[in-house]
């Protein structure tokens, strides 16, 4: 998995700039935070993690899970020497950092409730992040974008000021949405990639589906 400063090279080398005449570094990394955003948007990371509940309630504090972006599923109670089979599958609503839980029994202090969610990717030394979670086969994806996000920083940049470039704000904003065309393009081939996995019917040649049978766009 590359880090941080391959995926940086790869950006400028992209832009033609890799003596960073006209984007700084920070530029790019701010740039690839954006991109690697969008990215996990479509594409998050699966996690899966327990709590063991300190009291009885339906009401259970789970700011813990520091990476949660998305809570999927609660299974409550879990038993990891015996898992229930079928999982106790429990609904649930997200109030802030805490989670209630609606129907069936109340949890009880000692219980472990397992918890499914989509947590945000990483790019190693990107935000301090230890490791790349980004699959190796997506990280164009990711350079493609950041790409269009910094030649999109530079259309807004270059409003209203003066030089000899011949690059004038109406340029730099067509190059922009050219990438950034790309890079959603891109970012819908995952998108129907990620569906294809639960749903074989998905469609590679559509731009959408949903779950009940039909085509829609922008999935």
Not at 29 to 37: H, P, T, V
Not at 151 to 162: D, K, N
Request: glycine share 8%; hydrophobic share 40%.
């Amino acid at each position: 998995m590359s880090k941080l400063a391959d995926l940086r090279d790869l950006v400028e080398r992209d832009l033609d700039d890799t003596g960073n005449a006209v984007w700084a570094t920070g530029d790019i990394d701010r740039a690839i935070e954006r991109a690697l955003s969008d990215y996990s948007q479509v594409n998050p990371q699966r996690a899966v993690t327990t709590k063991t509940l300190a009291a009885d309630g339906r009401e259970i504090d789970i700011s813990g899970v520091s990476d949660l972006v998305r809570l999927v599923r609660v299974w409550c109670p879990y038993t990891a020497a015996s898992p229930e089979d079928p999982p106790e599958w429990r609904e649930w609503e997200m109030w802030g950092t805490t989670l209630a839980i609606l129907d069936g029994d109340e949890p009880a202090s000692g219980e472990v409730v397992r918890l499914f969610y989509h947590a945000a990717q990483e790019i190693e030394d990107l935000n301090a992040a230890a490791a790349t979670t980004v699959p190796a086969a997506d990280e164009a994806v990711i350079v493609a974008g950041a790409g269009a996000y910094a030649v999109l920083q530079m259309a807004r940049s270059a409003v209203g000021q003066a030089g000899v470039s011949t690059e004038t704000p109406e340029h730099w904003l067509s190059w922009a949405m050219g990438r950034m065309q790309d890079f959603n393009e891109r970012l819908g081939a995952i998108r129907k990639r990620e569906l294809r996995k639960v749903d074989k019917r998905v469609p590679v040649d559509r731009a959408g589906w949903d779950r009940g049978g039909s085509y829609r766009d922008g999935i």
